[in-house]
Every structure is written in C-alpha cells, then in structure tokens.
C-alpha cells in the first residue's frame, strides 16, 4: 500500500506559477512510476505529466508540455509538479498518481494507476 499527499495548490492569477508537492508513504517510493492527473469540474480526470520509476523519463500531456515539468525526488518520497505560465484553463483538483508503467498514463489514463492522492485545487484567475 502507498499512502499519498499532495500540497501546493491554490489560487493563482493567469501567468503565474506553482509547485505541486506529493509525499508519499508505504512501499518503497522508487519502485514506483508517479504521476500527476487533474479533473476540472464536470469534465473526467486527465493526464498531466509522468515519471519513470528512476526519475530518468518524463511523459507530458500536450496542454502542459512547454509549461509544466514534473520532478521526482526519491530520497524523499517526493514528486513534484511546477507549472509556469498558468492559465484559466488549468483550474482543476490535481491528483497525484502511482503504480503502472508512466509510459501507459497518457494512452491508459486512470486505468493504468494504482494509487491515488486525495488531490489539491489548483484555480487560475483570469
């Protein structure tokens, strides 16, 4: 079992920028491929960003990709997730992610997690 805790979120004016923070507990972290998925309201959870299981390779969903890079910090149990030139359109609950292969998040979405965060609410004002 790996428990996860995302920080971070938070109101934020367009442009802006912010860093997702999830601590994780449980099972050895570097086992494990993260990631970052959002849900904005009345629309299903998406796919933001992914790490290898060695922090080595990153995976972006093309409305980050240029804006956003996600980070993995093992001696930590750390992912992170910064995001620049915040738009309104960003606004969502972003989650946080374990298990799979990060290579399968983008096609597999959800179905491909094993763990989740209970999320934190990122809201971009215009």
């Known amino acids: 079992q790996v428990q996860l805790v995302e920080s971070g979120g938070g109101l934020v004016q367009a442009g802006g920028s912010l860093r997702l923070s999830c601590s994780a507990s449980g099972r050895t972290f570097s086992n494990y491929a993260m990631g970052w998925f959002r849900q904005a309201p009345g ?4 796919f933001v960003a992914a790490i290898t299981r060695s922090g080595g390779v990153t995976y ?10 996600i980070s993995k910090e093992n001696a930590k149990n750390t992912v992170y997730l910064q995001m620049n030139s915040l738009k309104p359109e960003d606004t969502a609950v ?27 609410r990122v809201t971009v004002s215009s």
């Open 60 to 69: 972006y969903a093309d409305s980050v990709k240029g804006r956003g890079t």
């Open 43 to 46: 629309k299903e959870r998406e």
């Open 94 to 120: 972003y989650y946080c992610a374990a298990g799979g292969s990060a290579f399968y998040y983008r096609d597999r979405g959800p179905s491909e997690i094993d763990y989740w965060g209970q999320g934190t």
